[in-house]
């Protein structure tokens, strides 16, 4: 029997689900990353490490909410806080103490946050950062990175992504004000000579999607001081890595300090909500005429700005994680699980690498070299060895069939919480073992 056969025949109720689904939702999905053919599971309950899909499988959780969820599904301190706040109401139409509390919490472990605007989403987050730097500035060109994400506007899908194309529904106009380049120094340079109008530069804190095509070692810094040489506000993207990668996020393990970060996932204990932290000055655009020293403001509404309940579990969240056990113990099973999956692909003598940094991990199942039998860092990869495409149906037909086997990957890779174990581990192990050579007997994958 076939992978997607077998993935069709054992889950029947997401199959009519997603046929219900396709009759009023674009594909059938709310988001772009959850469709997959022949059909997405449909979750029904998830606790901890797991969730639990609705034909009654338990999965081993790797998406873990889009990374939103560093301590797994239901933590207590956020379950209690949410639920304490969900008698009292959900949205208040008015100030409350909870957004001061987070805002306090924000400005504890991220080194550069002087000042914080909440936000609903981590594109909402990076869309006010680059308006806030062009009103700061006067530039309106924007300096930001092949295949970095930031969210959906429309600043930040540049016509790269449509190898050339004008990504539909975006004025040619805003892809004009964008400078897209490779993550290295001489070709920012080079950009904001040849232009004379960046304001900004926006970088993904860990690399391109979140540190599928990581950065070298030592650019942040790098950046930091070009942007300052050129009076150019630095924006660190830390959506995904902040909170993750340390209680300050990856600026705290750099020592790099930006000018303002964009923030989201952890941030709200995985209720919605974004922020946007960093300089005072530079926040102060957003401060009504006789507040400060600006006579005009950079508006923001926003009817779900550090609405009650996402604050509520957003102060429960940052509190717990302040101290660093949880990120410690995330990174340390997604250490453990990086090299076992290295080990088993150099054993089965299969092409690639599973490599990441902190609690994230990624799978490069292409090219003609085995991994080392170890964690890998893709930092440290050799040139090349991420160039080589990992072919689409390859990537669907490993994640159905890790699915099969009670394993959920993000894609081509996932993320670790503190919610996760040893067992864990070994289950994902033994179950990425049966999968490669599934992928292998039904001629996807050949030997080296």
């Not at 997603?18 to 772009?32: F, I, K, N």
């Not at 139409?93 to 080194?111: C, K, T």
């Not at 919610?419 to 192990?429: F, G, V």
Request: proline share 6%; hydrophobic share 40%.
């Amino acid at each position: 029997m076939s992978i997607e056969q077998a993935y069709i025949e054992r889950h029947p109720t997401s199959r009519a689900l997603y046929e219900r689904a396709s009759r009023v939702l674009p594909s059938g999905v709310t988001h772009d990353s959850r469709f997959l053919r022949p059909f997405p599971i449909y979750a029904e309950r998830a606790e901890g490490a797991y969730k639990w899909d609705v034909d009654g499988h338990r999965l081993v959780d790797y998406v873990v909410g889009h990374g939103a969820l560093l301590l797994g599904h239901n933590h207590p301190a956020i379950a209690a806080a949410a639920a304490a706040q969900l008698a009292r109401g959900t949205h208040y139409g008015a100030s409350h103490e909870h957004e001061i509390a987070w805002a306090e919490e924000v400005i504890r472990l991220v080194p550069s946050a002087e000042v914080v605007r909440f936000t609903s989403s981590g594109t909402e987050a990076t869309l006010m950062a680059l308006r806030l730097a062009r009103a700061a500035t006067g530039r309106p060109g924007v300096v930001k990175f092949e295949r970095h994400f930031h969210g959906w506007h429309d600043y930040v899908v540049p016509a790269s992504s449509y190898a050339g194309r004008t990504p539909p529904g975006i004025p040619a106009a805003t892809l004009d004000s964008v400078a897209v380049v490779p993550p290295e120094i001489a070709a920012v340079e080079a950009a904001i000579d040849a232009r004379g109008d960046i304001g900004a530069c926006i970088v993904e804190a860990a690399g391109a999607s979140s540190g599928q095509v990581p950065l070298p070692r030592g650019f942040l810094r790098q950046l930091q001081e070009v942007c300052n040489r050129h009076g150019i506000v630095f924006i660190m993207d830390e959506v995904v890595t902040g909170f993750r990668w340390a209680p300050g996020g990856v600026q705290q393990l750099e020592g790099v300090r930006p000018d303002l970060t964009t923030l989201a996932k952890v941030l709200a204990g995985g209720f919605p909500g974004g922020a946007v932290a960093g300089r005072r000055d530079l926040l102060e655009y957003l401060q009504f005429p006789g507040g400060g020293p600006r006579t005009e403001k950079v508006g923001h509404p926003g009817t779900f700005n550090a609405n009650p309940l996402s604050a509520a579990a957003g102060v429960a969240c940052l509190r717990e994680i302040a101290d660093g056990s949880h990120q410690r113990r995330a990174d340390g099973l997604a250490a453990t699980l990086r090299a076992g999956m290295n080990t088993i692909l150099r054993e089965l003598a299969i092409p690639g690498v599973v490599y990441g940094q902190s609690s994230a991990f990624r799978v490069h199942l292409a090219g003609d070299e085995l991994p080392p039998a170890a964690d890998t860092d893709g930092r440290d990869l050799p040139p090349g060895v991420l160039a080589a495409p990992f072919p689409t149906e390859r990537a669907r037909l490993l994640q159905l069939a890790l699915i099969n086997r009670g394993v959920h990957l993000f894609g081509t890779g996932g993320m670790l919480s503190s919610a996760h174990s040893e067992a864990d581990m070994a289950h994902t192990l033994e179950a990425w073992r049966e999968a490669l050579l599934e992928l292998r007997s039904q001629g996807q994958l050949e030997n080296r």
